[in-house]
């Protein structure tokens, strides 16, 4: 498994819909996350268009009960209206590995984290591994493209092999997703 850059920082969930036009969003927390982090916490961390984690200062929280369910509303200094809102949906929110305590290690092999591999079509360069979104049917490749980001599913329709040793990852059929 290659060594992440990253290894401070642990992801405690995703950036979900935006929430009116003042740049609130729904926060969908992962198993790492506990409600007191917003309360104990100002500075969380959000990955830019190059990678790279900058701070989000946490400006003010809800949380909503309803049906013994809890939705959390965040607003950071980042998102400042509708369209960062929107902008910033599925991106991954982290704090670091300190303020979690102790995280179970992951014991699956079949977890690689290809964070920051080169991804190839036709021997042609397409973009560079933001994140690994995990999902229940397969993991899904986050893949900084152009302008924007492509969400391409680590299934063999898209994902022809995996060289871990240049960490590259060459994929086909990704006109499905450029068009």
């Known amino acids: 498994m290659k060594p992440n850059a990253d290894n401070r920082f642990v992801e405690i969930g995703r950036i979900g819909r935006p929430h009116g036009l003042e740049g609130a969003v729904r926060f969908n927390p992962n198993e790492l996350f506990t409600a007191d982090l917003f309360e ?12 790279d984690l900058i701070p989000a200062r946490l400006e003010e929280f809800r949380i909503s009960e309803k049906s013994n369910s809890q939705t959390f509303f965040v607003k950071f200094d980042m998102i400042a209206d509708r369209e960062a809102a929107e902008a910033a949906m599925n991106k991954a929110l982290f704090t670091t ?6 995280i179970p290690e992951q014991t699956s092999e079949n977890e690689t984290d290809y964070t920051g591999y080169t991804v190839f079509e036709d ?4 973009g560079e591994v933001l994140d690994v979104m995990a999902n229940p049917a397969h993991p899904i490749l986050e ?7 492509l969400l391409i599913p680590f299934v063999n329709e898209y994902v022809d092999r995996v060289d871990d040793g240049n960490s590259a990852i060459h994929c086909k059929n990704l006109d499905h997703f450029t068009d």
């Open 143 to 149: 893949v900084k493209y152009a302008h924007t980001t």
């Open 97 to 102: 590995r300190d303020e979690i305590g102790d």
């Open 40 to 51: 104990r916490l100002s500075i969380f961390y959000m990955r830019n268009e190059r990678a």
């Open 123 to 126: 021997g042609e360069e397409i």
